[in-house]
């Protein structure tokens, strides 16, 4: 009931007028200060220039082609990072072997930061699509794994002694209470995780590629077409944003109880 | 529907011990070799059909010797039987209600009563029926098909209490399964239970802390001693069924409520508070 009553509020015509007017007056303050300081537009380009830019990319398909490249490497990558990170969670959460073996190893390279790790990941998996998927894969694996072993670990003793006392299973423990116990944690990893999927990419292809947006970005920099790189950032955003609500809606769907769909874990 | 109480009560006398418990200890293996006995030379048998409460202050061994009787965890000295077998697992004659109702929330009402069904793989469309049936006996038809956040604390325990009826428990465990609530809502749970115990005629062992709920509902109380927990008394509450709140005011449930209570003096609360911490 609070929830609809904040969603109508979120999403009445006043609201949406208001954030609109907002943005309008943010890009003509934008366009006034770029004319009026005579900024050149090697430092920063006017939000009409930037337009310009962002237009001619899509009519010419240079943004359609390269985004093609990051997203279908950030989907990938974001999958099967996330379906590992599933799979290693549940072994370190059910069985004591991988807790005690494997767990300290995960929380230790979880320290690592990833991006540091697309030099070496560009000499082993080439300038192809293979490299900037392991780069999201990597980078998405950790936040999936850490929230999944917690939220099958959040189940409350006495539900394990209830179920017990049912004479049930492990797996039916496991099936009946762990997992959709596990089911907001896991998203509030995935949620984390597909943003830093796009960001994992981007980077292997800052690294060594052809082809996908970062390459894009690069060369727009090295022209010193400063609007093409603002036009290729909007683009980049709005793909982010596009992942990122595909996920929620599936999230909100699967998770209906979930009342607080904030609780995030770990990054 | 309404049994002669003295009828009752002979009846629950003639009748065989259920759970029998020798000489029950328990002690717990705490870090740096040292160790905490939880429970110490447990003795007590409950008949069929009995209604039994065991108070006693917190932490005094009252949910660790239900677990045991339930063969969720081993006795560490003593032994303990439950309708004549020795117990080393879970049983299903026995069913459990946790002071938390522990519904699924990703289930409805009638799903979660039927989780123990579906877990023990007894035939459902049968026991759906008896679900049901359980449910509307506890004012909960309308809410068979509803979420457990959207029902109120006392409805949720009364899902509960169906949930651990369905598989039909000769034995039923209760560890304080109304704690939780205010008083006058659990007022209304004790006489729910009482309605449902009638009924039903299971062997009831309740741990609560509540000295009234404790004589109100039950033929013996079993009256504990601050960890390690001791039996100190057991008491025979003598108060005809069936019972309504108004007994509480008479003068013998005044007597009983008494004597129990002779027993929590102030020092033993601040010893068990010292130890506590």
Redesign the interface.
Same mark, same amino acid.
């Given at each position: 009931m609070n929830d609809a009553a904040s969603k109508t509020a979120r999403w009445s015509p006043r609201a949406l007028l208001e954030r609109l007017g907002v943005i309008v007056l943010g890009l003509l303050l934008w366009e006034a200060a770029v004319r009026g300081f005579e900024v050149s537009p090697l430092l920063v380009p006017s939000p009409v220039a930037v337009f310009d830019q962002l237009v001619r990319g899509v009519m010419t398909g240079v943004f359609f082609k390269h985004g093609l490249y990051t997203v279908a490497a950030t989907v990938i990558g974001f999958f099967l990072g996330s379906l590992s990170g599933f799979l290693i969670g549940v072994l370190v959460s059910q069985f004591d072997a991988f807790n005690r073996l494997i767990y300290p190893y995960i929380v230790a390279f979880q320290t690592v930061p990833k991006v540091a790790l697309a030099p070496i990941i560009i000499v082993w998996f080439g300038f192809g699509i293979g490299s900037k998927v392991m780069m999201s894969l990597l980078i998405c694996f950790f936040p999936v794994a850490v929230n999944t072993i917690e939220g099958l670990n959040s189940v409350?003793a006495?539900?394990i002694?209830?179920?017990?006392?049912?004479? %049930?299973t492990r797996w039916?423990i496991f099936r009946? %209470?762990q997992l959709?116990?596990a089911l907001p944690y896991i998203f509030a990893g995935l949620n984390v995780g597909i943003v830093l999927s796009v960001i994992g990419t981007i980077v292997g292809e800052f690294v060594g590629t052809t082809n996908g947006l970062g390459r894009l970005l690069l060369d727009y920099n090295y022209a010193f077409d400063i609007a093409g790189v603002f036009a290729t950032l909007v683009v980049l955003s709005l793909i982010g944003v596009v992942l990122h609500s595909i996920l929620r809606a599936i999230h909100y769907r699967l998770v209906?109880?979930q009342?607080r769909p904030d609780q995030t874990l770990g990054v | 529907m309404q049994e002669s109480p003295e009828l009752v009560r002979d009846a629950a006398d003639t009748r065989g011990a259920v759970i029998e418990a020798g000489a029950v200890g328990k002690t717990y293996r705490a870090a740096k070799n040292r160790s905490v006995e939880a429970l110490a030379d447990i003795s007590l048998s409950i008949r069929d059909g009995e209604f039994l409460s065991v108070v006693g202050p917190s932490g005094c061994g009252k949910s660790t010797f239900l677990t045991i009787v339930a063969g969720l965890v081993p006795a560490s000295t003593g032994t303990i039987a439950v309708a004549g077998k020795q117990v080393t697992e879970p049983s299903i004659d026995v069913g459990i209600v946790f002071q938390s109702a522990l519904l699924l929330d990703w289930r409805t009402v009638l799903e979660n009563v039927m989780v123990p069904i579906e877990v023990m793989g007894l035939p459902r469309k049968e026991y759906r029926q008896r679900a049901l049936d359980l449910l509307e006996m506890c004012g909960l038809s309308a809410f068979a098909h509803h979420y457990p956040w959207q029902l109120s604390g006392g409805m949720q325990r009364r899902a509960a209490i169906c949930r651990a009826l369905v598989f039909d428990p000769p034995i039923l465990l209760l560890d304080e399964p109304f704690g939780a609530l205010d008083a006058m809502t659990r007022d209304y749970m004790n006489v729910e239970l009482m309605r449902i115990w009638q009924r039903n005629r299971k062997t009831v062992m309740l741990i609560t802390h509540s000295i009234q709920e404790a004589v109100l509902l039950s033929d013996r109380v079993v009256v504990m001693s601050p960890a390690p927990g001791r039996i100190l008394k057991i008491i025979d509450v003598d108060i005809p069924r069936p019972r309504s709140l108004e007994v509480i005011a008479s003068p013998r449930f005044g007597a009983i409520a008494n004597e129990i209570r002779a027993f929590f003096s102030a020092d033993m609360f601040l010893a068990g508070g010292a130890k506590a911490q």
């Open positions: 409350r006495e539900q002694m209830l179920m017990r006392s049912y004479r %049930a039916q009946i %209470a959709p116990n209906f109880w009342r | -």
